[in-house]
Nanobody
Framework: QVQLEESGGGLVQVGGSLRLSCAASRPTFGSYAMGWFRQAPGKEREFVARVSRIAGATYYSDSVKGRFTISRDSAKNTVYLQMNSLKPEDTAVYYC?????????????????WGQGTQVTVSA
């Protein structure tokens, strides 16, 4: 069992930046690929970004590519999501997820563990 806890959400103006953090409970953090998803009110939870456990390969949704950066710090058992140039449509609850799969894709069912989420609100 892996417990994940997100932090760093909040209210930010359009064009601003936030950095989300996700701390994992287990020292075997390095055994999991890590991802970020988000869910806006009335919408499905959607994939945002993923970093693999091998070579730190990253993958982004088209909607955030070039603005968001996912990274991981194995020494701290933490994954980050740096969000720049934020837009109102980025407003959502952001969830951290862990996958035992080597290179998980964009589907929710490829991820085995989930955090509780952190709210990000971008005001116009």
């Amino acid at each position: 069992q892996v417990q994940l806890e997100e932090s760093g959400g909040g209210l930010v103006q359009v064009g601003g930046s936030l950095r989300l953090s996700c701390a994992a409970s287990r020292p075997t953090f390095g055994s999991y690929a890590m991802g970020w998803f988000r869910q806006a009110p009335g919408k499905e939870r959607e994939f945002v970004a993923r970093v693999s456990r091998i070579a730190g390969a990253t993958y982004y949704s088209d909607s955030v590519k070039g603005r968001f950066t996912i990274s991981r710090d194995s020494a701290k058992n933490t994954v980050y999501l740096q969000m720049n140039s934020l837009k109102p449509e980025d407003t959502a609850v952001y969830y951290c997820a862990a996958a035992a799969k080597l290179f998980p894709g964009t589907r929710k069912n490829e991820y085995d563990y989930w955090g509780q989420g952190t709210q990000v609100t971008v005001s116009a």
